[in-house]
């Protein structure tokens, strides 16, 4: 469609340039009229009469509107609507620390999908992905980023109006950073720094130098999440037990003064304060007792990160955020997309954990809100399935309450893909088994996938779920979503793929002990056979795996997934020579198979409701990975 934009545009043609292709626009003197009003209040627009209408304030509220103005326009011609922005800003947290780290040209098609939908904040969670020049080995072999790629990035953002702000760890989650001999002399424990040490902190000055420097923002995130063991590695050694909150603190103070002399203005994750005020050490203790004195000796300017993608309940939000408020400091909230489940994405958690929370931030007059895509246990869930969690928080920011109708319109036009068949991927582990929504965050497609067919570990979960029939009517319609979708046709033809291995791997454990059991070598002839073929099966879904992988993330990381794969051919192998060897009557008995099968019984139990929930060295052997 051609347009014609006329009004308060300098500051938003530019952006506008880079949207063209996605909006299918183009800017032309003849084109239809459309006037452009920038004026304090909420995003506005109308079509009457032959003549277009936008109001906005901010610059990514344009670009929000812009979109709204083609999507009614295309489907009724005349029409006004307004929007009332529910947060000041709101967007997405990346992960580049878990292997998979995205290529500048992805983090740049992902600003444009953001700018589209109106998020304007984005962070690149990056432990040791960013070029550290004291420190050559900072992030070495890891896909980090160059100064030059993270400036590229934030120019790019800059242009949609979308702040981009570095977020980086300076006390805990740096086992990556600290593994090398450089940091023997400032580490505490193999992922936290060691507190109080002067080369900790020339060391934490160089790490914020380098990560601030490529960003406009003067905001930095600079963690300080989950140190558990805080105070109680070397630190014990060199200067005996000391008070935790004291420890947290003076690190915490120390850090805050670098980035003051740096001019710029630091958040950290909330948690340590509230497990160090916990006598369980828990985050969501609505027990907790954080000492006066601890609470004062916070410093005043820092903002807390409120991070919680768990509890459904409207009302537990509204506490925490209530006791975040009696630490006397700005809250953000951080909620997640749960793209780390497993394999596949978590969207009946994500759905409902997101709806409670950000109306309870509207409630509380939060301002400050974002999701998180982390990508635990080696990132192989890919990205972009968080698109319809970032589309939630999206319509959140911009309406009172959300309908399915209108997430599902807002998500076609900005993604160019249909959000029911994205929703589709939810059923490889919302299976027989598990409860509505998977809200216990059952990961059933990643251990019936990595779990041994010999050894069989998972085999008493799944007992009687008839769990190869439910993969097997998935195939078809990842088949059908595939079509639908060309813009994401890779990522549904992977999960297709991977439909297809489980629809016969799910089970075959079950099937071959069941056959062991009874001595009918022709049953284990026959599952044999269907071993071989599924080998084959598991190095088409590598290679499918590996083309979106390497359409998305530098190619450092992947040898991580490799190597998942390719231990599971090689024991598939191995199977079919013990299988073979049982069958020629060269070996009297399969030991794996001798073995009763017992339900997996993890360090958390089985939650009611869920199948169980491994990371993968915890899936492929009852041995030590190590």
């Known amino acids: 469609m051609q347009i014609n934009l006329v009004g308060d545009t300098d500051a938003i043609l530019t952006g506008l340039q880079l949207l063209s292709d996605e909006l299918n626009i183009q800017l032309h003197d003849q084109g239809f009229p459309i006037a452009v009003t920038q004026r304090e209040g909420p995003i506005h627009i109308s079509n009457k009469?032959?003549?277009?209408?936008?109001?906005?304030?901010?610059?990514?509220?344009?670009?929000?509107?812009?979109?709204?103005?083609?999507?009614?326009?295309?489907?009724?011609?005349?029409?006004?609507?307004?929007?009332?922005?529910?947060?000041?800003?709101?967007?997405v947290m990346l992960d580049a620390s878990r292997n998979a780290v995205l290529k500048v040209a992805e983090v740049k098609g992902l600003l444009r999908q953001m700018a589209m939908m109106g998020l304007n904040v984005v962070m690149l969670y990056t432990e040791d992905t960013y070029e550290v020049p004291d420190y050559p080995y900072f992030g070495y072999m890891r896909g980090r980023y160059t100064e030059e790629e993270l400036k590229a990035c934030d120019e790019y953002a800059d242009t949609l109006g979308i702040e981009m702000i570095p977020c980086i760890q300076t006390l805990g989650h740096l086992a990556m950073a600290l593994k090398w001999g450089y940091a023997?002399?400032?580490?505490?424990?193999p992922d936290i720094l060691l507190a109080g040490e002067q080369k900790t902190y020339q060391f934490i000055e160089s790490m914020i130098k380098a990560a601030s420097k490529p960003f406009r923002s003067n905001r930095i995130h600079i963690g300080m999440d989950e140190?558990?063991?805080?105070?109680?590695?070397?630190?014990?050694?060199?200067?005996?037990?000391?008070?935790?909150?004291?420890?947290?603190?003076?690190?915490?103070?120390?850090?805050?003064?670098?980035?003051?002399?740096?001019?710029?203005?630091?958040?950290?994750?909330?948690?340590?304060?509230?497990?160090?005020?916990s006598k369980f050490g828990e985050y969501y203790d609505e027990n907790l007792d954080i000492p006066k004195e601890a609470i004062d000796s916070i410093?005043?300017?820092?903002?807390?990160?409120?991070?919680?993608?768990?509890?459904?309940?409207?009302?537990?939000?509204?506490?925490?955020?209530?006791?975040?408020?009696?630490?006397?400091?700005?809250?953000?909230?951080?909620?997640?997309?749960?793209?780390?489940?497993?394999?596949?994405?978590?969207?009946?958690?994500?759905?409902?954990?997101?709806?409670?929370?950000?109306?309870?931030?509207?409630?509380?007059?939060?301002?400050?809100?974002?999701?998180?895509?982390?990508?635990?246990?080696?990132?192989?869930?890919?990205?972009?399935?968080?698109?319809?969690?970032?589309q939630l928080f999206a319509e959140h920011t911009y309406r009172e309450t959300v309908d399915n109708k209108q997430l599902a319109d807002r998500f076609h036009f900005c993604t160019g893909s249909h959000l029911d068949d994205f929703l589709v991927l939810n059923q490889l582990d919302e299976t027989p088994g598990v409860m509505k929504h998977n809200l216990k965050s059952s990961n059933a497609s990643k251990f019936l996938l990595w779990q041994d067919v010999l050894i069989g570990l998972f085999d008493e979960n799944i007992r009687d779920l008839n769990m190869n029939a439910h993969y097997k009517q998935l195939v078809p319609q990842l088949k059908d979503a595939s079509e639908r979708n060309p813009k994401a046709s890779l990522l549904f033809g992977f999960y297709g793929q991977l439909a297809n291995v489980l629809s016969v791997k799910a089970e075959?454990?079950?099937?071959?002990?069941?056959?062991?059991?009874?001595?009918?070598?022709?049953?284990?002839g026959s599952h044999l056979k269907e071993i071989e073929e599924l080998r084959k099966q598991v190095g088409i879904l590598r290679r499918k795996h590996r083309e979106?992988?390497?359409?998305?993330?530098?190619?450092?990381?992947?040898?991580?997934?490799d190597l998942r794969y390719g231990g599971l051919a090689a024991r598939m192998e191995t199977a079919e020579v013990r299988i073979g060897q049982w069958?020629?009557?060269?070996?009297?008995?399969?030991?794996?198979?001798?073995?009763?099968?017992?339900?997996?019984?993890?360090?958390?139990?089985?939650?009611?409701?869920?199948?169980?929930?491994?990371?993968?060295?915890?899936?492929?052997?009852?041995?030590?990975?190590i």
């Open 548 to 561: 979106v992988w390497f359409s998305l993330y530098k190619p450092f990381g992947w040898e991580v997934i």
């Open 49 to 91: 009469s032959g003549k277009g209408e936008i109001f906005f304030q901010e610059k990514i509220h344009f670009y929000r509107a812009i979109g709204l103005w083609l999507e009614h326009y295309n489907k009724q011609g005349e029409f006004q609507l307004t929007e009332h922005p529910q947060f000041r800003t709101s967007g």
């Open 583 to 625: 069958l020629e009557d060269k070996i009297d008995s399969i030991e794996e198979l001798e073995e009763k099968r017992l339900l997996y019984d993890g360090p958390m139990g089985i939650p009611e409701g869920s199948l169980g929930n491994h990371f993968y060295h915890r899936i492929a052997t009852a041995g030590n990975m």
């Open 299 to 390: 410093p005043k300017d820092i903002q807390l990160v409120y991070w919680d993608y768990y509890h459904e309940e409207e009302e537990f939000y509204q506490t925490y955020f209530q006791k975040h408020k009696e630490l006397g400091k700005d809250t953000v909230f951080a909620g997640g997309a749960w793209t780390w489940n497993g394999i596949s994405p978590n969207y009946g958690r994500a759905f409902a954990t997101t709806e409670a929370a950000l109306t309870a931030c509207k409630k509380e007059g939060i301002q400050e809100v974002f999701t998180t895509l982390w990508g635990d246990n080696g990132a192989e869930t890919p990205l972009t399935t968080a698109q319809p969690v970032m």
């Open 508 to 524: 075959m454990g079950l099937q071959l002990k069941n056959a062991y059991d009874q001595k009918d070598k022709d049953l284990v």
């Open 227 to 277: 140190a558990f063991q805080l105070g109680l590695g070397r630190y014990l050694d060199l200067n005996g037990y000391k008070n935790r909150f004291e420890i947290m603190n003076q690190h915490l103070n120390s850090v805050v003064s670098i980035t003051e002399s740096h001019g710029l203005k630091p958040m950290i994750w909330s948690d340590m304060y509230f497990r160090l005020g």
């Open 184 to 189: 023997e002399e400032i580490r505490d424990t």
